[in-house]
């Protein structure tokens, strides 16, 4: 089980667009894949989920993934964050 | 409900015409029946609990309609997609299939005995306030896009209950319809279609060709205030609906009618025959292909094989990455099939220009930028070599033949040979199934690669004319931008010029050479082609008919005459004159009549 720390860096924030994006990338994997914020938790490979996190730049979530291949999946998922979702940061 | 009243008697309220875009001609005369205009509606009636497992069972029949419906929203626009808009289509399919919406959905209809709608809007309801509370203003408009899907499968939802409840011999108004509506609605016994919603390229403009059904797209004026049960006539080639027409309207469009079946009766044998001139001279009349169901009605509009297989909607209708060599060999094969015993040809992915797949920057001249076999050797790995594995594989099935788009350096055409070489040398090794003949043919759309046609006519297997591109890169127009767009015309003489030097390279090195832009459907410009000396005409499937029968009463010779005066003519405006001239010189007014001959 990974538990790290991401931040929302792109300015539009966590919509649609990131959030599919996300959700495609962590189906990738076989890991269970959660994200959480202000206790409130949601499953990564649900692209409601993430949007209903309404996480907007600057927002801390907390990324948990466990199983085989959390490694990959989360440094896929946190790479994601980091390079803002390709979008303007 | 009861049965619709006889159109034949015209009642009291005054005609009114509601104009549209024509996308599959003919005439239908009948009673209106509203297919969901307006928001969709929620039956909010409890069910039974013995009603649960239907209840669930009509939430996948909307479900997988809404899915439909979206995998339509990709292609319709018209391949153009913003990386904004397609991300958005995108993340509302994985929606449909999100269990966070899924799970709680079926769980209120099995636990509170709810519709499916009701169960649905409650759910995304919930999700909605979550993400509206945002402070950002941004995250909050997201919320729309959680409604729209709601919209969606409501309104799949509506649909499944009152597709059977249309009369027989309804003429349908509906804000859009999915290919599955049409197919069921056809089996009610539909007449007609009229949408404010659609494209002329969509899925459902093509089934309402192929099934003869008149329709009308684009019909926004007015639409909301029909009703069902009025009476109307749809008139499918002029692109219109008229609501209580007069007696004299309908006596008027009753003849029509019969002219049209009748019409359509001859068309089909002028299709069923070979396109031979009166003076011995044989076409190959191809057909255009872009979409997978029009493979299904080839036969029927006598195509000489396939000219032109698009492949972008193939690919952008997918999921990025999903058209995998193994489901691109599927399709090439369908094609080869339905292409017996001609040829299909198919073009590889022409990326870039007008359509893009929305990655890497923008460019500031995308219609000289990186596009078609440019970006495909470029890199290779990527598009270029799963294709032309795909194509070898499925080579076996029938005849196919490749098509480069974009070519302007010989080397292109070299290249793509030897990977074509490489890549069936590995399939040997490999022990698969593969034919290593495949033609391989240069689209001439850059005017560089008309003035070398010679070379390139010893080069490649067969040429294709993109008059389309040609015409724009000549003139330099862009016929989208709508300042310059009436300075297009393929009819140009310089157009003209180009055009008959690559057909004199063909003919010099045995070399076929056919036209597959839009000007192989324009019948004003046809004869020119012809006379031009090009060998095949590659246009829409529904042209077809229409084209067979115009060369089938046209003489080689009188042909060889127009298109001699329209090189020597100045403008293309005088060519155009030339034209019409010599078409109702040359052309009784019954042959043009053909509905399904374009004329701009």
């Not at chain 2, 509206?132 to 969606?152: K, N």
């Not at chain 2, 007696?247 to 089909?268: H, P």
């Not at chain 2, 767009?485 to 056919?514: E, N």
């Amino acid at each position: 089980m990974i538990e790290r720390e991401v931040t929302v860096r792109n300015r539009a924030g966590l919509h649609t667009r990131p959030a599919s994006m996300l959700v495609r990338t962590a189906s990738q994997f076989d890991a269970e894949i959660f994200l959480r914020r202000d206790g409130y938790e949601i499953n990564g490979k649900s692209v409601i989920g993430v949007m209903t996190l309404a996480a907007e730049q600057g927002a801390t979530l907390t990324l948990l993934v466990e199983g085989e291949d959390e490694e990959d999946a989360a440094n896929a998922i946190a790479d994601l964050f980091e390079d803002g979702f390709g979008e303007e940061l | 409900m009861s049965s619709p009243p006889d159109p034949s008697t015209s009642d009291a309220g005054p005609e009114r015409i509601i104009e549209g875009t024509g996308v599959a001609p003919g005439i239908a005369i009948g009673a209106l029946y509203r297919y969901d205009v307006g928001p969709p509606e929620v039956d909010r009636t409890p069910i039974a609990p013995e009603a649960v497992e239907d209840e669930l069972a009509v939430l996948e029949d909307a479900l997988a309609r809404a899915e439909q419906e979206i995998e339509q929203a990709r292609t319709i626009a018209d391949r153009i997609l913003g990386a904004e808009q397609a991300a958005i289509v995108e993340a509302q399919r994985m929606m449909l299939n999100d269990e966070a919406l899924l799970g709680p959905v079926r769980e209120r209809i099995r636990t509170d005995h709810v519709t499916a709608g009701q169960a649905l809007q409650a759910v995304l309801r919930g999700y909605r306030e979550r993400i509206g509370e945002s402070e950002d203003a941004y995250l909050r408009d997201r919320t729309d896009d959680l409604l729209e899907v709601e919209t969606r499968v409501l309104r799949a939802l509506e649909r499944g209950r009152t597709v059977a409840q249309i009369e027989p011999n309804a003429i349908v108004v509906a804000d859009a319809l999915t290919a599955t509506d049409l197919i069921q609605l056809h089996e009610h016994g539909l007449l007609g279609c009229v949408t404010t919603g659609g494209g002329p390229h969509s899925h459902v403009s093509i089934l309402a060709r192929a099934l003869h059904i008149p329709a009308v797209i684009g019909a926004e004026e007015r639409l909301e205030a029909v009703e069902t049960h009025d009476r109307a006539v749809v008139d499918g080639q002029a692109g219109r609906l008229i609501v209580h027409p007069s007696a004299d309207t309908l006596e008027d469009y009753r003849r029509r009618r019969a002219r049209q079946q009748s019409l359509w009766a001859e068309q089909a044998q002028a299709a069923s025959a070979p396109a031979e001139t009166t003076d011995g001279h044989s076409l190959s009349v191809q057909a255009n292909v872009e979409f997978e169901e029009e493979l299904q009605i080839l036969k029927e509009y006598g195509a000489d094989g396939i000219g032109l297989l698009r492949t972008e909607v193939l690919f952008l209708s997918r999921p990025a990455g999903a058209f995998t060599e193994e489901e691109q060999v599927a399709v090439y094969r369908k094609a080869a099939r339905a292409a017996h015993p001609h040829a299909a040809t198919v073009r590889l992915l022409d990326l870039g220009g007008d359509k893009s797949l929305s990655q890497g920057p923008r460019e500031a001249n995308p219609s000289l930028g990186w596009r078609g076999i440019r970006l495909l050797l470029d890199r290779p790995d990527e598009l270029l070599r799963p294709q032309v594995r795909a194509l070898l594989r499925a080579n076996t099935e029938g005849t196919l033949r490749v098509l480069l788009p974009m070519v302007t350096h010989l080397d292109e055409v070299r290249r793509v040979r030897s990977m074509i070489q490489e890549e069936a040398d590995r399939l040997s090794r490999e022990g698969r199934a593969h034919d290593p003949t495949l033609p391989v043919g240069a689209m001439v759309e850059v005017p560089a690669t008309a003035l070398q046609a010679r070379a390139f006519a010893e080069e490649a297997d067969f040429l294709s004319i993109g008059t389309n591109d040609l015409t724009q890169y000549v003139l330099a127009v862009d016929r989208d931008n709508d300042r310059v767009a009436s300075r297009y015309d393929p009819l140009h003489p310089a157009v003209l010029g180009l055009v008959q030097r690559t057909a004199a390279a063909g003919r010099d090195t045995g070399t076929p050479v056919a036209v597959c832009g839009e000007s192989a459907g324009d019948v004003h410009a046809v004869p020119v082609l012809i006379g031009l000396g090009v060998t095949a005409l590659s246009a829409t499937p529904s042209h077809l008919p229409g084209l067979k029968r115009l060369i089938q009463h046209v003489s080689r010779a009188e042909m060889d005459a127009l298109a001699t005066a329209a090189c020597a003519a100045s403008d293309a405006q005088t060519v155009r004159r030339q034209a019409r001239e010599w078409i109702a010189q040359h052309v009784d007014d019954a042959v043009l009549d053909a509905p399904d001959v374009s004329s701009p």
